[in-house]
């Protein structure tokens, strides 16, 4: 417990001294916002055990929302992203109403279909930009106080929110609610036995997730001044899914190291291997099933009790 | 059809009235007829498939029946949703041993107890908010002599030790109707006894209908037995008139001793 509290620390350190060491903070805060994005997936995923194909959803759809408020609305950074999120809420209960009803693979596919349609959407939309998407969303003013326009502002506006989330996400957990939450995800019939409308629990699970999964995606286009397609699109979702198990489904860290595992091979190999850095992410996406289904932090978790 | 007389509505808490289930053709429970007294333990015996357990699912609504009528304490729940029933007092046990494996086994009781404060959506509260509910938790444990592993995790439990479990979860929710599914299958000579004197213990203060082929068990504590063959009852009444009952001798009674034996279900 001690051992974790002073990682956390370090971490913490560490974060804050990254932009000082040479890193490149707009790629920093790509990954905190994918960092943020896999979190919200893995509170669906890992602690209500609902495999969503379509969470790209609400990643992209909040971020357009952003940009569109910002750039055709002139509304401040703040109550931009609030409001990315806030639909993204909304477009996860209708999302969570409809898939929550059927289980397993079913609930997968109604997810990779509601997600295929908001892509269409984006795509053809007279808000949305069409194929080039929204460009050059300014990121304004915080709350009229604090220019973001400064790298290293931003960085720590969204390392704030990172930690913000982080910690939320560990006390939905944690609370009376997560403990409901996880007796469900154990024994769904046992929970219903106990007097349990397990869809409406499952529903908020639902909710929290796309409103963070919203948030990240909120972030991410005023980090990057921009919403496109991709953000959308279904290789998004897929992305998404892979940083989590790669970094460990239900555990607390694992998506992090997921999303920074992904994130840094995208950055990094693209530029030495092109188009090839699919197939090499998708290789190792196979080898983590193969053989460390529990993730990188689950297997060190598991290996530590032993 | 016309309501029970008030009498009756005191003396049976749960009535069945040509209750009804098929599966594609096979009829796996016909035009049942089950009134269950208030206050007794009332053991369903049959043998495989006579379809035990799908009742048990009719009853606690996990299935829809196809015809017929259930009331509980005089109200149509024909149509009531599972967790509902939950609410109302009819707490079902399930054949294989139902516990959260992976949380302890304070957490386990603590989930039933949990339901009834009202911070079950509450996903900003700490988990100590929940600390008010260990000392009730910790009282039924002692009743199930369980009360040394409330720190164990349910999955490491022996499988005597989580039917306890399973039966103090099911305590916690203070039901009025306890419907237990094969409280005593595929356990130890010494769990059997453990268990049998629990639902003794639990049965003071409530009606329990259960599903049981130990019929030393059923000879031991149930007050009112009904037999079921292939989906129809074929008698009810107190052992020693049932046991008598010649369809009852020839369908079941002749196998007893093999149940006796712990056949498996």
Known sequence: MRAAAIGYLLLGLLALALPWVGLYPVFLMKLLCFAMFACAYNLLLGFGRMLSFGHAAFFGFAAYVTSWLITAHRVGPAAAVLSGMLVAALLGTIFGGLAIRRRGIYFAMITLALGQLVYFVCLEAPFTGGENGLQGVPRGTLLGLLPLRSDRVMYYLVLAIFVAVFLFIRRVVHSPYGHVLRAIRENEARAISLGYDINRYKLLAFILSAALAGLAGSLNSLVLGFATLSDVQQSTSGEVILMTLLGGTGTFFGPVVGAALVVSLQEYLSDLVGGWVTAIIGVIFVACVLSFRRGIIGELAALRRR | ?265
């Open chain 2, 1 to 265: 059809m016309a309501a029970a007389p008030h009498s009756s509505v005191d003396q049976f808490i749960l009535e069945t009235r040509g209750l009804t289930k098929q599966f594609k053709g096979f009829v796996a429970v016909s035009n049942v007829d089950l009134r269950v007294r208030r206050g007794e333990i009332h053991a369903l015996i049959g043998p495989n498939g006579a379809g035990k357990t799908t009742f048990f699912n009719l009853l606690t609504r996990f299935l829809t029946p196809d015809g017929g009528q259930i009331l509980y304490c005089g109200e149509d729940i024909t149509l009531a949703r599972p967790a509902e029933l939950a609410r109302r007092g009819i707490v079902r046990s399930f054949q294989m041993s139902a516990v959260f494996p992976h949380l302890t086994v304070l957490e386990n009781v603590r989930i039933a107890l949990q339901r009834r404060l009202s911070s079950t959506f509450h996903f900003w509260k700490p988990a100590s908010s929940l600390a008010v509910l260990d000392a009730r938790a910790r009282e039924l444990l002692a009743q199930v002599d369980l009360a040394g592993f409330a720190h164990t995790r349910a999955v490491e439990l022996p499988y005597g030790r989580k039917r306890a479990l399973e039966l103090a979860t099911t305590l916690a929710m203070a039901p009025k109707l306890m419907l237990l599914d094969e409280p005593t299958q595929g356990m130890a000579h010494e769990d059997v006894d453990r268990v049998t004197a629990l639902i003794r213990q639990a049965a003071a203060e409530r009606t329990v209908l259960m599903v049981e082929h130990n019929m030393q068990v059923v000879a031991r504590i149930a007050d009112t037995i009904t037999v079921l063959q292939r989906g129809k009852v074929i008698a009810s009444g107190r052992y020693a008139e049932v046991a008598r009952d010649p369809q009852v001798m020839e369908a079941y009674m002749g196998s007893a001793e093999a149940a006796l034996a712990g056949a498996p279900a």
